[in-house]
Structures are given as C-alpha cells and as structure tokens.
C-alpha cells in the first residue's frame, strides 16, 4: 500500500527463515520472481492483488550463514520476526528467557553457525559493529505479550552465554520495540492455490486474509523506518492496552470457541459461530470475564471490539479451521487464558467460563472428540498432554498440576474445586448441557 502511494520506494522485503520448511516457500517464490498475490476473504467478495514488495529471499541454510551476510548488510535496517507463540524460549513457570533449551545450548556453543533465528541476529549484530555500521531495529510482530521485550530477553539472554561483554552492548544499542499485528491469516494450501487460480494467477504461495487489519506498533526504530502511518500503522507509546485488548479478546476468543467446536466435530471456524450454543458461550464469557479485567483502550470501545471479533470469526470466506485454533495449547493457554483467570481472581471473581474452557481444553486432549473420534496430535506436547488428560479424568488435580501452564493456581482452592466439578460433569453429561448451564447463569 505505501509503495503504491508512491512512498517509501528506498524500501523492500527480504524474506529469510530458519528452518528446513522454509526452503519449499522461499523455492516456491523464486519461481515466481517473489511476487505473491493478497487475497482478501470479504463476505461481499473476494479481491487479488500481485504484491511486489519482495525482492528477494535468502537461501535457508545450516548455520545461517547467507542470512547473517544479508543481516550483516548496512542497507538492511529492520529485522521482522514472526515465528509464532512457541518460538521464544520462554520458561513456561518463571515467564522469562530459558537459558536451558537444547536450541539455545546448542547455539551457546556454536556462537559462529547458530541455528536460530536469534543467534543469527547476534551474529549479524557482532559483523556489523566490527564494521562500524550501524545496529539495525529488531520487530517482533508476534502475538507475544510485550513481544518486544520478549525478543530482547532472547537476542541479549542468548549472546549472555557466549559473548557477556557483547550482550551489554546489544542491550544498551539495539532497538525492540513493541508490536501488535492483527489480521486473521489461514496457512497457505492447496485451498488457497486453487482461489488463486480461479482468479486467475498461477501462485505457488499465495496469501489469503481477512479484510480487517490493525498494526499498532511502538515508533522506536533508530535506524529510520517507512512512513507506515501513511497507510494506517497506529504508533504510540500505548501499545500494550491495544496487545492486551487483542490478546484477551481475540486470541482468547479464539480459544474459547476451539475446544468447544473441536469436541462437536466443527470443522471451519465459520461454522462454530453458526452454532448457537459455540456462539452464547462466546458471547458471554468475553462479556461477564474477559471485558472487565482489559484496561481501556484509546479510542476503543472495547465492546464495540468485541462485537467485531464476533463478526470477524463468524466470515465463511476466511475458512479458517477449528484445529488451527486448538493447536498448541500448552503454549497458547498460558499466554491468552491463565492470564485473564488470574486477573479475575485478583478482583475476587471466580471465572466459570474460562475454568470451564480449560476442562473442555483437558478434555479435548484426551485425544477424543464426543463422538469418539480420534483427534490427531494437535501439540508439541500431545503425548505429555494426553497422559496428564486420561489421569485428569480420575483426578482432575493432574491437570491444574502443570505449572508451566497454570503455575500455582492449582493451589487456589476455589479455581481447584471448580475445575473438578466441571470437568467430572464434562465427562458425565458431555459438553453442550455444561455450557448452557453456564450461559443460562448456573453452574
């Protein structure tokens, strides 16, 4: 949009990843001189777009090494990140960088060929302070909580056990700022290709999305940056309200709606938002427990926002899926929902709908849905999830035991006591008359 506005044309993307995976994309792109089409899922129609804002991608390797020449390069002056929830080495029980994962062990003693994406940036950062050039600005833009922060923890808290000396320098010189990137994006598939096609563009990776989209960033970018508030970028110094507003409200959202959908057998997400049931509770979950504890937004109703999720989710064109949204629990439970029943209990509440999300969520890893199908492994951690799920169902304290997830509120005798109760009328009665107790006002 900026490039078609005329601005910004000292400007490009680059595209780069780390992992074996990423070479099929970057083979794909190539074919295509990095040109990709943007299709926009509006209920009213969909629009295709060639994009041309790549110029390149670099070679996936072992070590990184073409990609810390290309970051090494004084023309590049932002690094992006998105390598999703799970990719950040967070210590599930204290919040923090975890100096102890084998990537980061192994990176730790391989300083020179690291294999992640934050030992290539260090490497990157050491070449060019050598060279006198300039530290380029880090951008997460990942649905992370204070995602800047989070990256700085890794990027310094990785060259801490290699480089001591040279970790101080990163913190005091490189910039993180804070992000939140909002727009509802289904993975690239042979779905996606054929629309492209019936369009007509042949794209080997074609991009698909919703019509919304909100990037709220912090303007903390000392190496300059385009002028992306032409074309609707929010930078303030307030971006934390807006990613919390996102986080409770969509991301939760998306939860709330997944378990529930995924032990029913729904397929696309359009289609638990037909079901007046998946819908109610929703609605009053968001309204009763997750509303009242998100800070207030600047110039946002956060009940206006909320209705807009409601009809963001509920767009057939987007076809999102329900497994998508069940994915990785073990990391996204603790990011988008623990937070929201701990903030509840702070105000003395105890937060059925969201206690009653987290025994549909054990009860989905079960690794059945209620008509007995089997649910295929949907998590890092499926096996470990599925073992702590089965002897949940005798004692449900097993579940509240994983305190890289829940920490200590299984400690907390009321959201114990209720977890049990829940999760035992789950097993007994199945979902739906649970949920319409709950949505009904009972318990």
Known sequence: DLFNAGLGHDWALIGAGVRAGDAKMRAALEGQDWLTTVIELAPAGHSARVTGAMTGFVPVEPGNPSLIAAMSDPGIRIVSLTVTEGGYYIDPKTGTFSPDHPDIVKDAANPGAPDTAFGAIIAALKARRAAGVKAFTVMCCDNVPHNGHVTKDAVVGLARLSVPDFADWIAANVAFPNSMVDRITPATGDRERAMAAGMGVDDAWPVTCEPFRQWVMEDNFPAGRPPLEKVGV??????????????????????????????????????????????????????????????????????????????????????????????????????????????????????????????????????????????????????????????????????????????????????????????????????????????????
């Open 234 to 443: 929010t930078f303030t110094d307030q971006v934390d309200r807006f990613e919390t507003m996102k986080i409770r409200i969509l991301n939760g959202g998306h939860a709330i709606i997944a378990y529930p959908g995924g032990l029913m057998d729904v397929e696309f997400v359009h289609e638990a938002m037909q079901n007046p049931l998946i819908r109610s509770f929703l609605d009053a979950v968001e309204s009763r427990e997750v509303l009242p504890i998100v800070p207030a937004v600047p110039g946002v109703s956060l009940g206006e926002y909320k209705s807009l999720i409601i009809e963001r989710f509920s767009n057939p064109d987007v076809a999102d899926t329900v497994r998508r949204l069940c994915l990785d629990g073990s990391n996204r439970q603790p990011k988008f929902i623990v937070p929201s029943i701990r903030d509840n209990r702070a105000k003395g509440v105890v937060p059925d709908g969201l206690i009653l999300l987290s025994a549909l969520w054990c009860r989905y890893c079960y690794g059945t849905s209620e008509s007995g199908a089997v649910i295929a492994p949907n998590d890092p951690n499926w096996d470990r999830l599925t073992e702590r799920a089965k002897a949940a169902k005798a004692d449900p304290a097993e579940w509240l035991a994983m305190t890289e997830v829940y920490g200590d509120l299984r400690l907390d005798r009321a959201v114990a006591d209720r977890f049990a109760a829940m999760l035992g009328a789950v097993w007994a009665e199945g979902c739906r008359p649970v949920m319409q107790r709950y949505i009904d006002g009972g318990r």
